[in-house]
């Protein structure tokens, strides 16, 4: 707070909402750095940056909170994190994954109740067409699949998307140069039909989003719509793609 002296009265709720503010605002700076960098330099060049400014950002902002919240660290993560066991760490990461989803569906709504459905469906296709190559550098460096990592690559890199995490999915169809992906069930499309809707017309954003990111972890990886909502699909899966690795 600016004078604690003078703050003494403010309330623990009324600290809390500075300091979460704060955290929206480091987040929100980071990503205008990364927007700017690609418009200014191209975007490879400002993932190579991100790569850089990731590592030692995420490394100073821990010893930073480990000294003032008092907990150690131990290497490069928090030691009550590492304390934590595997079955809660794996609720985090399906927490986590489920708030990213969350948050895509509270963007969706805004702009649905603010200019229509059209115009949300045409900001989460845009927004998917840079999402995707994202997370595919993303995960493709979490996983240090190298530059062409091939269709075991690309295998290994849907089960850490976010979907991967809160989404039944399954491979099959599965030859020395293409596989089939489908996704079994997803959470946004069972959602609504518990709720007697429709399928969510989502084949306009799948395009971007399994186009950009088979392609993000291999360049030579083609991808083909099987079915995908509008589209009629069995019960058994709600979409279904195909990649094919190319010579």
Excluded at 99 to 109: I, K
Excluded at 201 to 214: L, N, T, V
Excluded at 216 to 245: M, N, Q
Aim: hydrophobic fraction near 35%.
């Amino acid at each position: 707070m600016p004078d604690n002296k003078e703050e003494v009265g403010v309330k623990a709720e009324e600290r809390l909402q500075v300091i979460f503010d704060i955290l929206h605002r480091i987040i929100m700076h980071h990503a205008m750095w990364f927007e700017e960098s690609s418009r200014q330099h191209g975007r490879d060049k400002a993932l190579l940056l991100l790569g850089q400014v990731l590592n030692l950002s995420t490394e100073i902002q821990l010893k930073r909170l480990s000294k003032t919240l008092g907990f150690e660290m131990k290497g490069e993560y928090p030691q009550p994190l590492l304390d934590l066991p595997s079955q809660k760490l794996d609720e985090l990461t399906e927490a986590l994954a489920v708030n990213w989803l969350a948050n895509d569906g509270v963007w969706f709504q805004a702009i649905e109740n603010s200019e229509g459905m059209p115009q949300a469906k045409l900001c989460n296709d845009a927004t998917w067409a840079y999402y995707s190559p994202f997370e595919a550098w993303s995960v493709k460096r979490l996983l240090n699949l190298g530059e062409h990592p091939g269709l075991e690559g690309l295998k290994k890199a849907l089960k850490f998307r976010g979907y991967g995490f809160i989404n039944k999915q399954s491979i099959v169809e599965e030859t020395p140069t293409s596989f089939v992906y489908m996704m079994n069930d997803c959470r946004v499309q069972s959602a609504r039909k518990r709720k007697g809707l429709e399928d969510y017309p989502c084949k306009s954003a799948g395009i971007m989003e399994y186009f950009r990111f088979a392609e993000g972890i291999d360049s030579r990886i083609k991808t083909e719509v099987i079915t995908c909502p509008p589209d009629l699909h069995p019960e058994s899966h709600y979409c279904a793609w195909k990649f094919t690795l190319e010579p």
